[in-house]
């Protein structure tokens, strides 16, 4: 049980366009999900609390308007990276948990993207 | 500011080598600390720890807190190959259920 589905695994993009990431719960409801950043060889960098029915809370230093973050439904949260750029090439990964920690958290796959 | 501090960075050993992984941590409130295994892609659950002193064991693997002085070891004992991975601790921030992560340890273990 508690797993999470991630998608895309990879996308690549051209500067200036957006670029969405879904994160879902595919056994569990979930209300609030987490999304992360990784650069390469560093950790995972909290960028945003996405909670369900209501705003995300972001974390200082993460532009809100340029990660829209939705989470629509129980079970259903996406990231939109809007207006990309090079800089924003990265790794991002959702979790989530069945039972608000209680279990630990499930990550998804992650998305590797790259903007070219 | 909260932190997370894990040490070494990086660490290579022999199969069969035995490996302590460390976290040290300051955030307000803690409520758990959780060890993630992480190789290609994403972490993978280890362990949720929110007791001092009670041992959480899989396999070759363990864990403890000590609350008291604020940190956390992750032991692997005969190691293997397939245990090279990063291992990386998170902490939860004050009760919110974020959490915050710390370096990790980049495990690799020689045939």
């Known amino acids: 049980g508690a797993v999470v589905s991630q998608h895309p695994s990879w996308v690549i993009c051209k500067s200036g366009t957006s670029v969405k990431i879904e994160c879902r719960s595919l056994d569990f409801q979930a209300t609030t999900m987490f999304w992360y950043r990784q650069f390469p060889k560093q950790s995972l960098m909290l960028m945003a609390t996405?909670?369900?029915?209501?705003?995300?809370?972001?974390e200082q230093g993460v532009e809100k308007d340029k990660f829209l973050i939705n989470h629509a439904s129980l079970t259903l949260s996406t990231l939109t990276v809007t207006s990309a750029h090079p800089e924003d090439s990265s790794f991002y990964i959702c979790?989530?948990?069945?039972?608000?920690?209680?279990?630990?958290?499930?990550f998804g796959s992650g998305t590797r993207l790259t903007v070219v | 500011e909260d932190k997370v501090v894990q040490s070494p960075l990086s660490l290579v050993v022999h199969e069969g080598d035995t490996v302590t992984l460390n976290c040290s941590y300051e955030?307000?409130?803690?409520?758990?600390l959780l060890w993630y295994k992480q190789e290609k892609k994403a972490p993978t659950f280890l362990f949720m720890l929110?007791?001092?002193?009670i041992e959480k064991k899989s396999g070759r693997l363990s864990s403890i807190l000590d609350k008291k002085e604020l940190f956390s070891i992750l032991n692997i004992t005969a190691t293997q190959t397939g245990d090279s991975a990063v291992y990386l601790c998170a902490v939860e921030v004050g009760g919110t259920y974020k959490y915050i992560f710390g370096t990790g340890t980049r495990l690799k273990v020689l045939a």
């Open positions: 929110t007791s001092s002193g």
């Open positions: 996405s909670n369900e029915g209501s705003k995300a809370t972001y």
């Open positions: 979790s989530a948990s069945r039972d608000a920690g209680g279990y630990g958290y499930t």
């Open positions: 955030v307000t409130n803690f409520r758990s």
